[in-house]
């Protein structure tokens, strides 16, 4: 059983091709959402760009997720500006809530054949305490503005076909997207407007001289006055290089057959995605070719990969028990950067460098556009544009230990659940 959106995308990439020695304006490293939206924005501006890759274009979380297009962060917005101060808080606020538009306008203007529907997320309250959480998260979004729905317990059942959830909460600014497709599509028109792009490059070494930077694939030396590390999750640098220090969550997704008109006739006739107010939280959508996709954290490649897939098994009778016989045809899982405060990382490691992270698990519309902002921001030598302030580090503690507590959680949580279910 392997990644879904690996054998469904309608864009087709091959990037590889034979690297050289040379120098660029801007060298990024890393293609995912970040990467290959900074690369687009640099060739937009008319900048010498090469990406380089150490796997394939989507590789990483990108080529992962669940396609869920947010606008905004889990956060709710309240506590975003306790964190960050009013100033910052309303600025990250304001830049991540319009984001899911730069996402869906890039997608129309150039084409990417990545699915995409824009018709809002369902939030959906798993228990009476979730209930009480949306309304909350509900009123917040009134005084920043945003256009939510409130949903009663019979309206979100008509929503998705499900009886399971109190009610739900909608953000029409949301959508979802065939995630691989669309990074893909963002590489694939970054190249067509310059930008060199490199798979299967690893990159060893980053040195700084003589104002320069000299980024190593093995023996081949680029040199660029600007440098971008796109790596979140999936940072793979030696511990010399790595900027930033964070834990890691698994999250893992099961996929079925296409189910036939009948068989979808209640479920999610709007295409909306969803998600739980469970702790440890469960999404679902369906996918262009009509497949259900449910998600859950936890590692369904780890330790306690037949837990998952058990729990994930009861999870689609549990929700949809009209489909008795229905399994699963796909299964695959992937990193989540998490911060410790939930909030993305821009850090300004030296001069003419950023490093960007920590989307705790929403990168979409925030990798598309913190990638785009780092390029301008770097390109112009400004980095006043940028949607978080650079900071100069971020270092966490623990962070291994964090990791596998979270993975340990998962595994509780999921088997508990399935004897429950
Ligand atoms: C299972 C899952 C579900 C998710 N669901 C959602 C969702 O529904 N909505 C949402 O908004 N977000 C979601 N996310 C989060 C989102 O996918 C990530 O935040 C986003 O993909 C981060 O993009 P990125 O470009 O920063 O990093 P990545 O996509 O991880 O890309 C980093 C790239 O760097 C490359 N790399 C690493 N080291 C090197 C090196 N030394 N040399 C060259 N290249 C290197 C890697 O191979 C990788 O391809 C989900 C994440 C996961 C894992």
């Known amino acids: 059983m392997s990644n879904l959106w690996e054998n469904t995308s309608k864009e087709k990439a091959n990037f590889s ?6 120098t660029t ?14 690369a687009l924005e640099a060739a937009k501006q008319g900048a010498n760009v090469i990406l380089l890759e150490c796997a394939n274009i989507g590789f990483g979380g990108s080529g992962r997720n669940v396609g869920l297009v947010n606008a905004g962060l889990w956060l709710p917005p309240k506590t975003i500006i306790s964190i960050l101060g009013k100033k910052q808080g309303e600025h990250l606020i304001s830049a991540l809530g319009s984001a899911p538009d730069l996402v869906f306008s890039i997608i ?4 990417i054949k990545c699915d995409p529907e ?22 917040q979004g009134q005084l920043f503005e945003e256009p939510l729905a409130l949903i009663d317990k019979t309206e979100t059942e008509n929503k998705i076909g499900s009886a399971k959830f109190m009610g739900s909460l909608h953000d029409p600014r949301a959508g979802t997207i065939h995630p691989l497709a669309y990074c893909r599509g963002l590489a694939r028109i970054a190249k067509e407007l310059g930008a060199k792009i490199y798979e299967k490059a690893k990159v060893s070494r980053i040195r700084k001289q003589n104002g320069m930077w000299q980024t190593y694939v093995q023996d081949v030396e680029i040199k660029s006055k600007y440098l971008l590390l796109a790596m979140n999750a999936y940072q793979d640098l030696d511990k010399a290089h790595n900027i930033g220090k964070f834990s890691t969550v698994y999250y893992s997704q099961f996929a079925t057959r296409p189910l036939n008109s009948n068989e979808m006739s209640t479920i999610l006739p709007g295409k909306e995605g969803c998600w739980d107010t469970a702790t440890i939280m469960s999404s679902f959508r369906v996918d262009d ?6 998600g859950t954290m936890g590692n369904s490649e780890g330790f306690g990969k037949y837990i998952h897939l058990n729990w994930a098994n009861k999870k689609l009778k549990d929700l949809f028990p009209f489909l008795p016989d229905v399994e699963f045809t796909h299964r695959w899982s992937g990193k989540i950067a998490m911060t410790r405060d939930h909030i993305p990382k821009i850090v300004n490691f030296e001069e003419n460098a950023l490093s960007c992270f920590g989307y705790s698990g929403r990168g979409i519309a925030p990798g598309t556009l913190f990638g785009k902002t780092c390029a301008s921001a770097l390109l112009t030598e400004n980095l006043s544009m940028l949607p978080v302030s650079a900071i100069l580090q971020y270092k966490e503690s623990f962070t291994r230990q964090k990791t596998t507590f979270y993975e340990m959680a998962a595994v509780a949580n999921n088997s508990l659940k399935s004897l429950r279910m």
């Open 108 to 111: 129309e203007e150039n084409k």
């Open 25 to 38: 304006d801007l060298l990024i490293v890393g293609g995912g959402f970040t990467g290959c939206s900074a």
């Open 17 to 22: 091709q034979p690297l050289k020695s040379q």
């Open 118 to 139: 824009r018709n809002g997320t369902l939030h959906c309250a798993h228990s009476e305490n979730g209930m009480e959480y949306l309304i909350e998260r509900f009123e």
């Open 289 to 294: 070719a009509g497949r259900l996709i449910i």
